[in-house]
């Protein structure tokens, strides 16, 4: 179906790049149903069945429903304006950020924090699938062995990869008939062999104090993290999609996730009273219930759904290492070479049990990367489209054309991020820390680019951008030429 059809008459060196480090030309631009098809991967994720459970042990039924309101209602927003701006501009999230108030070499710092969120989930991700196989295997989870396991599945997953988004829709598209089979399988089994755990059981015995504040802080790790991960490849619609195509390939991959997100405390807390002395972790671990449900078949089902994610995870963290690495150092190796550096930093750190931190992950990935995206959306809503220091018909990426640092972007980003360490620290109670490093950097943006006048978008206007912008009086930055 051509719906499900990428861009024909292209070259295989433009799959193996897929324009890491350049603007997506017209003809290289996919159907949304087929970028909806590869962001499938990501909604059925294994970490979502862990992350629905943790949720469950926290907030009872229904309030359990707030943070996952909140998850899909500020993902869909954030996802939406940001698919927009990068399906318009044909640019990643990192192109995109050296114009929108950071700086070209601003852009590479918010690029490397981009970067690590993916090595962690790759790592995350990794360690189910490969616990999975330690279990019914029988070998131990933290040895030689084990890190054997997680480095050789990691390489199948860099063969499915390398070919970029196209490869990733062909294995996407069959990989989530394999998985709606097993998941159908799990449910058949859990409900036939177990006296099934239904919303009413759902953290009633959590006792645990700000429990609602913890999920929500969890969850706020989530919702620019998801946004972001869509553009990624919302990025390949096509320039006219607008705000109604961007928020359908959001819905197209939050439905799904929120199902995900619900099953998760729906096996946990069947499985819990079966477990001695109620191992809560071991019953959010994907790796352990699956296969306790379904022997083999759930080793296999682990396997698919984390090799579909899992593939995301080296193909994003590409993008954005590429980005960093080009800009800091002029080092332009290819977006090959960093899936690659992504799969083999995640063997260097594998045993060290990552699913153990989640918590404090959850915490600073917030801090970080939500305080970097607010700051790049209030640049354009804000500063541009409000304030009007700035054109919002296109978004300058070249180098030529763009300061090394913007101080507005980085001076916000910095006193977010400080404002949220201090909670992660233990100066206020962690559960606010990224909340109040996005409201700090979101409040002082727009303060700091006003003071500037607009003077850190542009060292020159460039010559062969057309706009409608009318720079007003307190602008003081470079001019189009048809104002000097």
Not at 267 to 283: I, M
Not at 296 to 323: D, E, H, K, P
Request: charged content about 10%; glycine content about 10%.
């Amino acid at each position: 179906m051509n719906w499900f059809r990428g861009p024909t008459h292209t070259t295989r060196s433009e799959h193996i790049e897929d324009y890491a480090i350049r603007k997506i030309p017209s003809y290289y631009r996919w159907p949304i149903p087929a970028i909806i098809s590869v962001l499938l991967g990501n909604s059925t994720a294994m970490f979502f069945y862990a992350f629905g459970a943790q949720l469950g042990f926290l907030a009872e039924w229904p309030r359990i429903l707030w943070p996952i309101a909140y998850l899909f209602a500020g993902a869909a927003v954030v996802g939406t304006l940001m698919i927009r701006l990068a399906s318009k501009e044909g640019l990643t999230i990192d192109l995109m950020t050296r114009g929108m108030g950071f700086g070209y070499m601003g852009s590479a710092v918010t690029s490397f924090i981009y970067g690590l969120n993916y090595v962690f989930y790759f790592l995350f991700e990794g360690t189910i699938v490969t616990h999975a196989i330690s279990v019914y295997f029988n070998v131990h989870f933290n040895t030689l062995q084990g890190t054997l396991i997680f480095a050789a599945l990691g390489l199948v997953k860099l063969l499915f990869v390398w070919y970029g988004m196209k490869g990733l829709q062909i294995f996407q598209t069959w990989g989530v008939l394999l998985y709606a089979l097993l998941l159908g399988y799990s449910l058949f089994q859990l409900f036939h062999q177990y006296e099934v755990a239904g919303p009413g059981a759902w953290g009633v015995d959590a006792g645990r104090e700000n429990a609602m504040w913890l999920a929500f802080m969890l969850v706020n790790g989530q919702v620019v993290f998801q946004g972001l991960m869509a553009t990624d490849y919302g990025r390949f619609a096509k320039e006219d999609a607008g705000y109604r195509g961007a928020f359908v390939i959001m819905l197209g991959m939050l439905l799904p996730m929120m199902i995900t997100i619900l099953c998760g405390p729906l096996f946990a807390y069947t499985l819990l009273p079966l477990l001695t002395d109620g191992n809560r972790a071991l019953a959010a671990d994907s790796g352990y219930v699956f296969p306790a449900i379904m022997g083999i078949w759930g080793v296999i089902f682990v396997l698919i759904t984390q090799f579909r994610i899992n593939v995301m995870n080296l193909y994003s963290g590409s993008l954005a290492l590429s980005n960093t690495f080009s800009l800091a150092f002029r080092f332009t190796p290819g977006r090959q070479f960093w899936m690659v550096a992504v799969y083999a930093v995640g063997c260097l750190v594998y045993s060290f049990n990552i699913l153990q931190y989640l918590d404090k992950w959850m915490a600073i990935t917030g801090v970080l990367t939500n305080t970097w995206i607010v700051i790049a959306l209030i640049d354009h809503y804000v500063c541009r489209k409000l304030l009007r220091l700035g054109p919002t018909d296109f978004i300058e990426y070249r180098r030529p054309f763009l300061y090394r640092w913007n101080p507005t972007g980085l001076v916000s980003l910095a006193a977010g991020v400080g404002v949220g360490i201090l909670g992660v620290a233990g100066a206020y109670p962690v559960f606010y820390a990224s909340f109040a490093a996005m409201l700090t950097g979101a409040a002082l943006h727009p303060i700091l680019t006003a003071a500037t006048g607009g003077k850190y978008y542009f060292t020159r206007f460039p010559h062969d951008r057309q706009t409608n912008w009318v720079p007003p009086a307190r602008y003081h930055g470079a001019l189009p030429e048809s104002k000097t």
